[in-house]
């Protein structure tokens, strides 16, 4: 019923919310809210078939999916088609497969439980109160339609229900608990220490000989890296931007008087009398009530016909003056918070309305604002002459042989990058995209121009590859100094190494690792009792240290790892300690064994899915 009562938005709102079912369409494309119907099938599951607009709407999921997770650091070769497609339709194979398995079990989600779940959510919410034009708008934005959505929200509710069902059947025995205690809560006794590559990084001299035989061996080490020398062009925002009239900033600051922002807000409540036999007598007993002092919302949810807002006390959130009908409206307008107004008609019914609380709207001064505006107008100026000599540039760089007559029919100036390789890693042509354009075969054989390219919002680059810079091999003389350089340090590693087994060759012989330890001048550490969770001990030591066999009586069990910086530690495992399961502490125990059924419930689901793929009739046209 609250939807009969809000009527089609006006306003700025409107503008709004058309603005981004357009812009939801050209980026998304219309087929991605008609997901049903039409078209040849490409795939069928059981009998039942998968359509394209099914496939393009996955595809289209997880392309928003991977922008919303790796922002800038997106490699644009992530969002082809072409990358996007097996998996996508594998995910539609395996929820085809659940979603009939659902079925066969019977299993059900009600319209009651969709709408609490919507209502709950908060990016439909406004000060906490669901707003129906906000899901509308963002479902729009978002390239969904409002049945669509549902829909969806419907089938994961549903599949959650089966997983759900499907963890349930599984349970981790005492027997489980107590042995995955013994590992996970493991504590290990050990010594270590350190061998700094200080003490053997060699700077003895390097002979000739020494040096040719390692060029001729690592010949491949020492080619030049493939590149390419270019010229482009580059479109940026701020290059258009221009000054602003005074005149504009004034329109503007009229025109965002309209803004929402600026408006007042009113929330508002209401009891709805639909039209029907005794209404006078119903609109009676509501004033009568209110008149004897019971509260609004508890009149609403008792009186009221409208059963969106009658379990909320009639609250319907708020509205600058545009949401409800316009005889509402006027009434709202003029009505003191907290007063309960007269009987008011709409095509809806008759209103009792009263105003919970008013929010003043009002408007900074036009100084405040100044700054605000210009750059405003500027941008969208700007990025209307951006666009539109994109648009130019598009066709003059596709029907050119270079740049040149493109720049010069545009007034740009064309800016030149040399050596640029194919994984460069600072400058413009770090952009993947722009990289994966210069060493195209359309840009590298065919010595076309590049496709305009937009890598970054507002910015635009067409390229053209003036010289291919083919790998060659670096003469001996130019690259001697990195071969002495390497081959020292394959003494230092060798000489590290080759002290570290000579510590061990010793504490394996008897020797004690304190002794070996102290004379040497490496000092010893000692660690008791530590978990795989310690954050005291190197991580390197601390993995190798839990990846040791546990010793035998009276033995200890010794290694060394290489550190990041070279050093060499040396360890000895003392003892090992399992884990005791009646040791844990009660929240400890409720932990491994949230972590043990979801382990288990996870194997159980993939075992399932994994059934229903294998006895499945699936065929891919």
């Known amino acids: 019923m609250l939807q009969d009562i809000r009527q089609h938005i006006q306003g700025p709102a409107a503008k709004v919310v058309v603005g981004l079912i357009v812009v939801s369409f050209a980026f998304f494309g219309i087929e991605s809210i008609l997901v049903d119907g039409g078209g040849n099938k490409i795939a069928e599951v059981n009998g039942e078939s998968i359509y394209p607009q099914e496939l393009q709407q996955a595809m289209d999921t997880q392309k928003r999916r991977l922008m919303a997770l790796m922002g800038d650091n997106l490699d644009p070769s992530l969002l082809e088609d072409d990358n996007l497609q097996p998996q996508a339709m594998e995910s539609l194979i395996n929820r085809k497969l659940l979603m009939q398995s659902a079925a066969d079990l019977k299993l059900a989600i009600s319209e009651q439980e969709i709408g609490a779940l919507v209502g709950s959510m908060q990016q439909f919410q406004v000060d906490g109160v669901f707003s129906a034009d906000l899901y509308k708008s963002v479902l729009a934005g978002a390239g969904y339609s409002p049945a669509y959505f549902k829909q969806s929200l419907h089938d994961d509710m549903l599949l959650n229900q089966l997983r759900s069902g499907l963890?349930?059947?599984?349970?981790?025995?005492?027997?489980?608990?107590?042995?995955n205690a013994r590992v996970i809560l493991e504590q290990r006794d050990l010594r270590y220490f350190t061998i700094p590559i200080e003490k053997f990084t060699m700077t003895s001299s390097v002979t000739e000989a020494q040096i040719d035989e390692y060029y001729a061996a690592h010949?491949?080490?020492?080619?030049?890296?493939?590149?390419?020398?270019?010229?482009?062009?580059?479109?940026?925002?701020?290059?258009?931007?221009?000054?602003?009239?005074?005149?504009?900033?004034?329109?503007?600051?009229?025109?965002?008087?309209?803004?929402?922002?600026?408006?007042?807000?009113?929330?508002?409540?209401?009891?709805?009398?639909?039209?029907?036999?005794?209404?006078?007598?119903?609109?009676?007993?509501?004033?009568?009530?209110?008149?004897?002092?019971?509260?609004?919302?508890?009149?609403?949810?008792?009186?009221?016909?409208?059963?969106?807002?009658a379990d909320k006390g009639g609250d319907l959130g708020y509205s600058s003056g545009d949401t409800f009908p316009e005889a509402m409206e006027a009434v709202i307008a003029q009505l003191e918070p907290g007063v309960v107004s007269g009987p008011i008609e709409t095509d809806a019914g008759t209103h009792l309305i009263v105003v919970t609380e008013r929010k003043k709207g009002e408007q900074p001064a036009l100084d405040d604002v100044r700054q605000q505006l210009q750059e405003k107008i500027q941008a969208e100026e700007a990025r209307v002459a951006l666009l539109r000599t994109v648009e130019s540039l598009k066709d003059l760089a596709f029907n050119a042989e270079d740049l040149n007559y493109p720049a010069k029919e545009l007034g740009l100036k064309i800016k030149q990058a040399d050596k640029v390789i194919r994984t460069q890693n600072e400058g413009l042509f770090s952009n993947k995209a722009l990289a994966e354009a210069a060493f195209s075969e359309d840009a590298l054989s065919s010595g076309n121009n590049s496709e305009v390219i937009e890598y970054a919002a507002d910015q635009f680059v067409v390229l053209h590859v003036?010289?291919?810079?083919?790998?060659?091999?670096?003469?001996?003389?130019?690259?001697?100094?990195?071969?002495?350089?390497?081959?020292?340090?394959?003494?230092?590693?060798?000489?590290?190494?080759?002290?570290?087994?000579?510590?061990?060759?010793?504490?394996?012989?008897?020797?004690?690792?304190?002794?070996?330890?102290?004379?040497?001048?490496?000092?010893?550490?000692?660690?008791?009792?530590?978990?795989?969770?310690?954050?005291?001990?190197?991580?390197?030591?601390?993995?190798?240290?839990?990846?040791?066999?546990?010793?035998?009586?009276?033995?200890?069990?010794?290694?060394?790892?290489?550190?990041?910086?070279?050093?060499?530690?040396?360890?000895?495992?003392?003892?090992?300690?399992?884990?005791?399961?009646?040791?844990?502490s009660v929240a400890d125990k409720e932990q491994l064994q949230q972590m043990l059924n979801s382990e288990s419930g996870s194997l159980v689901n993939d075992e399932f899915q994994r059934g229903l793929r294998e006895r499945a009739d699936v065929s891919v046209l």
């Open 219 to 309: 010949l491949d080490d020492f080619r030049t890296e493939e590149s390419v020398d270019l010229d482009y062009l580059e479109l940026r925002l701020d290059d258009f931007r221009q000054p602003v009239e005074e005149s504009a900033i004034l329109e503007a600051y009229e025109l965002s008087k309209q803004d929402a922002q600026y408006k007042t807000q009113n929330r508002v409540s209401h009891i709805l009398f639909e039209p029907g036999d005794a209404i006078n007598q119903r609109i009676s007993k509501a004033q009568e009530k209110l008149a004897a002092g019971v509260a609004f919302a508890a009149v609403a949810q008792e009186l009221s016909q409208d059963v969106g807002s």
């Open 466 to 584: 003036g010289k291919h810079n083919t790998p060659e091999q670096k003469p001996l003389a130019a690259v001697k100094e990195e071969i002495v350089a390497a081959i020292r340090g394959d003494m230092t590693r060798a000489a590290i190494i080759a002290e570290a087994n000579l510590a061990l060759e010793k504490m394996r012989s008897g020797l004690d690792a304190d002794q070996f330890a102290k004379s040497q001048g490496y000092p010893l550490q000692a660690e008791v009792g530590i978990d795989r969770r310690n954050s005291t001990v190197p991580p390197e030591v601390l993995r190798r240290a839990f990846d040791l066999a546990a010793p035998a009586a009276d033995k200890t069990a010794t290694d060394f790892v290489i550190a990041p910086n070279g050093d060499a530690v040396v360890i000895e495992l003392m003892r090992v300690n399992p884990g005791e399961y009646k040791a844990l």
């Open 167 to 179: 963890a349930g059947t599984e349970f981790v025995t005492p027997v489980e608990h107590e042995l």
